[in-house]
């Protein structure tokens, strides 16, 4: 059935030029079927040149950013399957066949080679901090959409049609896979996870990733979807945290007044009402939206089925 499809293997590259060759050809021998293109992130090395001998096409992408090049990918490349890996030679081409699989049988619409279940990734990666970002963020997808995903930030996946033109991908940098991740949880779109074998990078290879700067971005984009996809939960959160401060302050009062029928801590009054209040508001604001985002995801669901009726 995959001879019939038309399979493409996407590769971002930024300054890749000691792996893109070797990532190239690996895919030429585990997937001959599929056209194998780079999508080159502003390159200042000879990534590009090295990914065209190995036989890749060369797509010039000039927004830097992995988002920008995956919305890239999503608008210009047309395939039934998609199978995304970093240019870096960290994943193994081989196991490719075995991801498109459930792709190929309707069983997934994204599909996550998983780092983490083999327990690879911690040997091999040498960045602690790193690690432990991974665990945070996984932990906090898993708890906010009732999943238990083992790898959220893996960099192979493979997308089929479905997903690549119906899913708006906004973020520019390493906090895609979060995001791509979070949006097909949402849509509720199927996602496997197939355990990989993860290798460091070679000798002589960098990777592009800033801990801290990247890890804050990740952070911040799952901040900003749970505001735009779990409002109820975002703010119902917030609200919960106002109560209880409310509580702490003003019970204080509320005694001080049954015993005396007298409030000496007008200040503390105040901000016990205040918090009171801006917690009921907040607790509100969560209901208003969540029905919002209701409504838009029956929208979404419709759009899905007018594509597929007009498609078949």
Known sequence: MSDKLKIAVVIPCYNEEQTIGKVVKDFQIALPESEIYVMDNRSTDKSAEHAEAAGARVIWVGRKGKGSVVREIFRKIDADIY???????????????????????????????????????????????????????????????????????SGYRVFSKLFAKNVPILSDGFE??????????????????????????????????????????VLKTIFIILKDYRPLFFFGSISLLLFILGLISGIPVLLEFLKTRYVSHVPLSILATGLMLTSGLSLTCGFILDTLVAHERQRNEVDLLTTWQIKE
């Not at 327990?119 to 970002?133: P, S, V």
């Open 83 to 153: 199978v995304m890996i970093d240019g870096d030679d960290t994943y193994p081409a081989e196991a490719a066949p075995e991801l498109i699989k459930p792709v190929i049988d309707g069983a997934a619409e994204m599909v996550v080679g998983d780092r983490l279940s083999k327990g690879l990734y911690a040997t091999q990666n040498k960045r602690n901090f790193h690690n432990f970002g991974n665990h945070l963020v996984k932990k906090l997808v898993n708890l906010c959409f009732k999943s238990n995903l083992k790898d959220i930030m």
């Open 176 to 217: 895609v896979e979060t995001e791509m991740t979070i949006r097909c949880l949402d849509r509720k779109l199927g996602i496997a996870e197939i355990p990989i074998e993860y290798r460091d990078r070679p000798a002589g290879s960098f990777s592009k990733l800033n801990t801290i700067k990247d890890g804050f971005r």
